[in-house]
């Protein structure tokens, strides 16, 4: 690993928008050299090499940096000009001058500049396949086949190939409308005529192996079940086929593979039969880890690089850090993150207000894709919203080890929530764990610790706690009546700088909350219509009440909200709200069709107001309890009394 450091004439910073090597080199302050990774794939015994890392960890450029590295120049196979200076040093011109690019770390190793610029390619960039039916995302992918025949479209001048093979090639150049049997051959086709043109094997690089089979999920078009599942089945056989064909059984023209995704190949249904496949993911320490996510190592590097003010390290680390906890023992960052985040400290730079910097370069950057918001949309489901509510809250999620993400128990997992409308009430240990899975493979989770059965997952960061936040809250306000007048009861508690000892004043402003409260309540539909079904966890009537009371606290700026926190290890307190600026606290204690009372008591004796030490919240003044208690009817009676 080595930092690269320049003075650039276009921008300063790091490249933004582009997952090309060659701009991300040319066209940043500083970046990381990851170019060792072309040693490692090439010295695999392996023919295909799976990258299986979370969205936004580097995979397409580094799939980017193999590629050009290893691909020859089809039109002058002895001219690497171009290309040389990116690699081995040199100069190249800019718009605004020539510019020096340092020799990569690569240019090192004699083994790896024998294989430079001498294979023939097939590259595909599955991104482009996407559809809200079977029939778009089919059309995607003829017109990448299309344009992957047509970078070759030289062959049709080779005395290597057939006058019948380049009619079936120009058909695939200009085709739109291709047959089933035409488009799952389509890429052995061409490694054909790419192996008999170069009398040499083709590399083939994959990005995004999995967005199409994503994507398939996700169609809205479908209105009845089977109609559902034969869209999904009819796109992912296409893919399977089409992958079997190009990488299984095809040993004569294929040298090498790489392919990046999120879901295991395997698993997923494709190149199951494989021998000669290695998977590589985040969670598991092997040689990728180098390569993927930036070490603190790495972004140490860049601050120092970039010039930023070193105390800005830990609020980096709070907003980015945790990928890996406890497996492979090393931390990781999300690339895209901080890239994004260096870039608006250095925008801010130049006002010399730190706490204006702070506010506008922390936040969350993290991009939700398609398949994220079908995962999301899960937190419609109480018992999910309870486990999310717990994580935000710091709590962890055991999840047994045998669970294995499958098309087809993703299949179930999709068409249960389709078909149900959300509306699962009781759903099964493993369907949970299946979707928690998700979350981690997807980079919404990480695994915190393991016993020989169990994963315990937490939410990673700031970051992606802040995205679970914002979904709870769109999916309330999405459900509920305007959420304005309870927020603002809400602060009139705890948001000011009147003394809640003034038991008048108090008084008066927890009713008004009550009352707020009461009415936001009544806009829910129905609860669960006797106690013999209420069970913990499965039915929304507490659940429900806890998840209005966090999304309320979400909702008022600068204040601190936890859910479900654990004292001691003993018990746990279920809603904490704490005002830093006004140094105030309110802890709630929710009973369903129980007694406000035996709510407040509970608080006072578990000492829960003793859960600010213990998560070091300081200097607070001010400690509100309150018992609250809602009955199936709706009505809500609060229990009141300061610490």
């Known amino acids: 690993m080595e930092l690269e450091f320049k003075t650039s004439p276009e921008s300063e910073g790091i490249l933004e928008g582009s997952s090309t090597f060659f701009e991300l080199k040319k066209n940043s302050t500083c970046f990381i050299d990851n170019t060792e990774l072309i040693h490692y794939f090439l010295s695999r015994k392996s023919v295909v090499t799976a990258i299986l890392y979370p969205r936004r960890f580097g995979k397409s450029t580094n799939l980017d940096m193999v590629r050009c590295f290893l691909e020859m120049n089809y039109k002058n196979p002895d001219d690497v000009r171009e290309i040389f200076p990116y690699y081995f040093g040199g100069r190249i011109m800019m718009m605004d001058g020539p510019l020096e690019l340092k020799e990569a770390l690569i240019a090192k190793d004699p083994i790896s500049q024998h294989h430079f610029c001498k294979y023939p390619v097939i590259y595909l960039d599955f991104k482009s396949c996407s559809g809200i039916n079977a029939d778009n995302i089919i059309k995607n992918l003829i017109g990448l086949i299309n ?144 390569f993927y996510g930036f070490s603190e190592e790495n972004v140490r590097f860049l601050m120092n690089g970039l010039n930023l003010d070193p105390n800005y390290f830990p609020l980096i680390k709070e907003w980015y850090n945790g990928y890996i906890c406890v497996i492979g023992k090393k931390p990781y960052y999300n690339t895209w993150s901080i890239v994004k985040c260096f870039n608006k400290i250095i925008g801010m730079q130049s006002k010399n207000d730190k706490e204006t910097t702070i506010k506008h370069s922390f936040r969350s950057f993290w991009k939700e894709s398609g398949d994220a918001e079908i995962l999301l949309n899960f937190i419609k489901i109480p018992i999910i919203q309870k486990h999310v509510l717990g994580l935000i809250g710091e709590e962890k999620y055991e999840c047994s080890k045998d669970i294995e993400i499958t098309k087809e128990n993703f299949l179930d997992l999709m068409e249960k929530a389709k078909y149900l409308k959300w509306q699962i009430q009781n759903p099964e240990k493993s369907f949970v764990d299946l979707l928690f899975s998700l979350f981690l493979v997807s980079g919404y989770l990480t695994i915190a610790e393991e016993s020989d059965k169990d994963y315990f997952f937490k939410i990673p960061n700031s970051e992606i706690k802040r995205v679970f936040e914002k979904n709870l809250i769109r999916y309330f ?46 806009s829910y539909t129905e609860f669960a219509k006797s106690m013999e079904n209420v069970q913990e966890g499965v039915i929304a009537n507490e659940d429900i009440i806890h998840s209005l009371m966090v999304v309320i606290g979400l909702n008022c ?19 904490i709200l704490v005002s830093k600026i006004y140094k105030k606290c309110l802890i709630f204690e929710i009973k369903f069709e129980g007694s406000a009372k035996i709510a407040l008591n509970q608080i006072k004796n578990r000492n829960y107001a003793n859960i600010l030490k213990q998560h070091e919240i300081k200097d607070i003044k001010d400690v509100l309890m309150v018992g609250m208690n809602v009955t199936f009817g709706k009505n809500v009676t609060f229990e009141q009394q300061m610490k």
């Open 147 to 290: 344009e992957e025949f047509t970078r070759h479209d030289y062959l049709e001048e080779s005395n290597s190939i057939s006058p019948n093979e380049k009619e079936k090639l120009s058909n695939f150049i200009k085709n739109k409308k291709l047959e089933h049997r035409e488009i799952v051959t389509s890429f052995k086709f061409l490694s054909q005529l790419l192996t008999q043109h170069w009398k040499r094997k083709v590399l083939v690089f994959i990005d995004e192996y999995d967005h199409p089979i994503s994507q398939v999920y996700l169609i809205q078009q479908a209105s009845q079940k089977e109609t559902y599942r034969n869209q999904i089945q009819l796109v992912v056989g296409l893919f399977q086929e089409t992958f079997s064909n190009l990488l299984k059984n095809n040993d004569k023209n294929i040298e090498k593979a790489m392919i990046t995704g999120v879901m295991d190949i395997k698993n997923a249904g494709f190149l199951s039969s494989l021998n000669n496949l290695d998977q590589y993911n985040v969670y598991e320490p092997d040689y990728t880890k180098d």
């Open 477 to 522: 306000c999405d459900s509920y009546v305007n959420f304005g007048p309870a927020c603002n009861a809400l602060k009139n508690i705890i948001n000011t700088d009147k003394d809640l000892n003034n038991g008048h004043y108090r008084m008066s402003m927890v009713e008004d909350f009550r009352k707020e409260f009461s009415i936001l309540l009544k």
């Open 557 to 575: 700026k600068g204040m601190i909200v936890g859910s479900e926190l654990w004292y001691k290890k003993e018990s746990r307190l279920d809603v």
